[in-house]
């Protein structure tokens, strides 16, 4: 929904996808039948979205992290999805503000920027609902393999789709902040 190629017809697939799966995911993780058929729609949705518009820096980093410590994919973007959304915010105030609402954000009294970065804390408690690990959790992820993974990360193709520019060092940020808070 936010990455540099999006379009009028990726964001209509990609915030019925936000507001499927934010809507489902809880109640796919306990296996109710609404849930799991909530999340294949949801899943279908993005894929449509992101075939034809791009991913981004989440993704960059999710891949590093599954080829070093083996990390499912799925997992490893939840475990960065917040850390990556606060920081590419300032690329698009509007949209993210609008991301709020299909994350069932009550945004009716918030500024623009107060309802933007209010998706941090709903992908926060969403994660946490669904017991996604924090990453200094998961077994063999260390700091000391972080500048590899920085490296890894910025040469994945998914950074160019990112909505914000992003340096090594900016990725060696984002897993600290992901791993210490």
């Known amino acids: 929904y936010t990455t540099k190629g999006a379009n009028e017809i990726t964001d209509m697939f990609n915030l019925k996808a936000i507001e499927k799966i934010a809507s489902s995911l809880r109640d796919a993780v306990e296996n109710k039948p609404e849930g799991r058929e909530g999340m294949a729609l949801g899943q279908y949705l993005t894929g449509?979205?992101?075939?034809?518009?791009?991913?981004?820096?989440?993704?960059?980093?999710?891949?590093?992290?599954?080829?070093?410590?083996?990390?499912?994919?799925?997992?490893?973007?939840?475990?960065?999805?917040?850390?990556?959304?606060?920081?590419?915010?300032?690329?698009?105030?509007?949209?993210?503000?609008?991301?709020?609402?299909?994350?069932a954000v009550d945004t009716s009294n918030m500024t623009k920027e107060e309802a933007a970065y209010s998706c941090v804390?709903?992908?926060q408690k969403l994660c946490e609902d669904v017991k996604i690990p924090k990453m200094r959790e998961v077994e063999g992820i260390s700091p000391v393999d972080f500048p590899e993974l920085a490296e890894a990360s910025f040469r994945n193709i998914s950074t160019l789709d990112n909505p914000r520019e992003i340096t090594?060092?900016?990725?060696?940020?984002?897993l600290n902040k992901a791993y210490f808070g």
Not at 168 to 174: E, H, R
Request: proline letters at 5%; a negative charge; aromatic letters at 10%.
């Open 121 to 123: 804390d709903a992908l």
């Open 168 to 174: 090594v060092d900016d990725y060696l940020q984002l």
């Open 48 to 103: 449509m979205g992101f075939s034809n518009c791009g991913l981004g820096i989440v993704h960059s980093m999710a891949h590093a992290l599954g080829a070093v410590y083996d990390t499912p994919h799925g997992v490893a973007n939840a475990i960065m999805l917040p850390v990556v959304t606060e920081f590419n915010i300032p690329s698009n105030l509007e949209k993210y503000a609008n991301m709020a609402k299909y994350l």
